[in-house]
Nanobody, 115 residues
């Protein structure tokens, strides 16, 4: 049974930083690709960033230069470091991992950027 769990969300002021983490547990959970997505109430879920052992990292234009995605292969954990946060970044952030040809989603973690 594969489970993906996000953590690290919370309330932060504009211009602040936050780091999200995503961990997969279960048997044979080596992930070859991972992505971060976000969704605000009433809005479509959008892709934020991704990392792959074959294609490296990619970012949405809205977060380029501010967010950094990384992974710890030994721990099968991924992170999203968010700097210079803006109110527009407020959303529930979801982690997605590709494991053995299947896609697994976490439950999401709330990120709120507000004064």
């Amino acid at each position: 049974q594969v489970q993906v769990v996000e953590s690290g969300g919370g309330l932060v002021q504009p211009g602040g930083s936050l780091r999200l983490s995503c961990a997969a547990s279960g048997s044979d959970v080596n992930s070859y690709a991972m992505g971060w997505y976000r969704q605000a109430p009433g809005k479509q879920r959008e892709w934020v960033a991704s990392i792959s052992i074959t294609t490296g990292t990619n970012y949405a234009d809205s977060v380029k230069g501010r967010f950094t995605i990384s992974r710890d292969n030994a721990k099968n954990t991924a992170h999203l470091k968010m700097n210079s946060l803006k109110p527009e970044d407020t959303a529930v952030y979801y982690c997605n991992m590709a494991i053995r040809g299947r896609s697994y989603w976490g439950q999401g973690t709330q990120v709120t950027v507000s004064s």
